[in-house]
Structures are given as structure tokens and as C-alpha cells.
């Protein structure tokens, strides 16, 4: 079974520009979700998509945005770009939303913001 | 909203060691509790997890956890560690019915051969 895949994994982008990101979880897994990762915050949650809804959303500013679409497939976008926004993306897909779920992880989506 | 605290960030040690890593969560209500693991160069993996039943849980690589809920703590264990184990082990905590993962700092485990 393939794992979660993120694309892509690297980009490097300028303050003020826009950037869309791509998850593609687990088959038959639901639930997405996106958390930041950087030195200084850690990890942290932006938000959770379960059939098509955003379900639930952590403390980022309206530039955060994301989208799940009929196949599970995710996207999240970052709208004007700061140098703030550089950190690991991380997507993660479960089974179900509800209950007792375990997330799975892929690698990441690098982003650079110069 | 769940917190999660993780302390001694940074953990040195040598070969055959014993490993205890403490976690302590601030929430109210019944949770799901998991430790994950980032070795070097690699994505997130899941260590071990608690839902439910037996407050000991064993996990992957000879790793142990114990929930106590009325310290509101889930620290992990490894009698004796070895090289491979050099990661940075994240604890981390959903309220049940929820997958919002509340992450700990994290601790970066260094295991010196």
C-alpha cells in the first residue's frame, strides 16, 4: 500500500507570491490534515479536511487555505507569501475522523520563502 | 485547547543506555495519546499509541509508554538503546473524536556508539 505523497517536495518561492501545495493520502483514507513545522514553533496544526469539509481549522491567518476534493486528493494554498511562512508542510491522512484514528505522515513539502 | 509539554530538549547518551522521555498533556477530556518519531532525513513515523484498555503500551524498535491519566502523563521508555535510535520523538495528543494533533516540542535523542 503506498504511503501518503506530497508534491512537490522542494520549492523555494519570493515574499508576495502565492504557493499550492499537494497531498495524496493513503487509499481509502478520508481524513487530511496539514500541520507546519519549523525550528522555532514546532509543530503545528493548520487544518483537517474529512469529505470534502473543512472540519477543523488551527490559529493561521486567512492566507492559509485549503481544499479536498472528491477522491481525497488535498491542496492547501499560502497567499502572499512571507519570510515567516518558510517551514516543512506536512500532510497527514487517517482512516476516519472521528474516534480513535491514527495519522499517517509523508515526507513533506519544503518551502523557502526569499 | 490541548497543550502538550515535553521536557530536556536536548537527551546525550551512550549506547545501551536506558531511555525515559516525559510527557505531560494539559486537557480535560478523554484523549488519544502517541508518541512519533523523526529519524534523520526521514518523514514521521508512529512509535506506539494509547486509545483505550491496558495504560502500558508497547510500540515498535522495543519501545513502552505508560498513560497515567491522573498525572496527565504518557512518558516513553527504551531499556537500552542503541545507534539507530538517534531521532528527534515527539509526543502528542487529540481529544477523542478529534484528529487535531497537539505536537510536544519534541526531544533530540543523540545516541553515541
Known amino acids: 500500500k503506498a504511503g501518503v505523497t506530497q508534491t512537490p517536495r522542494y520549492l523555494i518561492k519570493t515574499r508576495g507570491q502565492q504557493v499550492t501545495l499537494s497531498c495524496s493520502p493513503i487509499s481509502g483514507h478520508r481524513s487530511v490534515s496539514w500541520y507546519q513545522q519549523t525550528p522555532g514553533q514546532g509543530l503545528q496544526f493548520l487544518f483537517e479536511y474529512f469529505s470534502e469539509t473543512q472540519r477543523n481549522k488551527g490559529n493561521f491567518p486567512g492566507r492559509f487555505s485549503g481544499r479536498q476534493f472528491s477522491n481525497s486528493r488535498s491542496e492547501m494554498n499560502v497567499s502572499t507569501l512571507e519570510l515567516g511562512d518558510s517551514a516543512l508542510y506536512l500532510c497527514?491522512?487517517?482512516?476516519?475522523?472521528?474516534?480513535?484514528?491514527?495519522?499517517?505522515f509523508g515526507p513533506g513539502t519544503r518551502l523557502t520563502v526569499l | 485547547a490541548q497543550s502538550v509539554s515535553q521536557h530536556n530538549h536536548h537527551v546525550i547518551l551512550s549506547e545501551a543506555a536506558s531511555l525515559e522521555l516525559g510527557c505531560n498533556y494539559s486537557y480535560g477530556g478523554t484523549v488519544n495519546l502517541f508518541w512519533y518519531v523523526q529519524y534523520p532525513g526521514q518523514h514521521l513515523q508512529l512509535l506506539l499509541k494509547?486509545?483505550?484498555?491496558?495504560?502500558l503500551v508497547k510500540g515498535i524498535k522495543g519501545f513502552e509508554a505508560e498513560f497515567i491519566k491522573s498525572k496527565f502523563s504518557f512518558n516513553l521508555r527504551k531499556p537500552s538503546v542503541q545507534w539507530s535510535d538517534t531521532a528527534e520523538y515527539f509526543c502528542?495528543?487529540?481529544?477523542?473524536?478529534?484528529?487535531?494533533?497537539?505536537f510536544g516540542k519534541g526531544n533530540q535523542v543523540v545516541v553515541i556508539p
Open positions: 502528542a495528543v487529540t481529544p477523542w473524536g478529534n484528529n487535531r494533533l497537539a
Open positions: 494509547y486509545f483505550s484498555g491496558d495504560p
Open positions: 497527514a491522512s487517517s482512516l476516519a475522523g472521528g474516534g480513535a484514528n491514527e495519522q499517517f
